[in-house]
Nanobody, 122 residues
Framework: VQLVESGGGLVQAGGSLRLSCAAS????????MGWFRQAPGKEREFAAA????????VYANSVKGRFTISRDNAKNTVYLQMNSLAPEGTAVYYC????????????????WGQGTQVTVSS
């Protein structure tokens, strides 16, 4: 599975961005998908994940109520709508796929994209 993120950029605090992750290769619909982020000098951290059917969704407490993860299996794409962004949200955002149930642990994901930079100015 190849994953390509897009939609990052520079946004002011309080603004919104929608990230997309397009998948190609093996059947996208069988994979659980996750979004992670990594700020400079910090470890990669979980943001959100969605099951293959969309029936199970998990958010990190830090983004709950502000971020929404969704997927369109017909388009082989997963999305992350980010609202009320804060400067602490500045990071490289990665999408990831795994052939199993939803998990928040990055080392349990099998495939990763290259990441897209999100910068939130104060």
């Amino acid at each position: 599975v190849q994953l390509v993120e897009s939609g990052g950029g520079l946004v002011q605090a309080g603004g919104s961005l929608r990230l997309s992750c397009a998948a190609s290769g093996r059947t996208f619909s069988i994979y659980a998908m996750g979004w992670f982020r990594q700020a400079p000098g910090k470890e990669r951290e979980f943001a959100a994940a969605i099951s293959w059917s969309g029936g199970r969704i998990v958010y990190a407490n830090s983004v709950k109520g502000r971020f929404t993860i969704s997927r369109d299996n017909a388009k082989n794409t997963v999305y992350l709508q980010m609202n009320s962004l804060a400067p602490e949200g500045t990071a490289v955002y990665y999408c990831a796929a795994r052939g199993g149930v939803v998990t928040t642990q990055p080392d349990e994901y099998d495939y990763w994209g290259q990441g897209t930079q999100v910068t939130v100015s104060s």
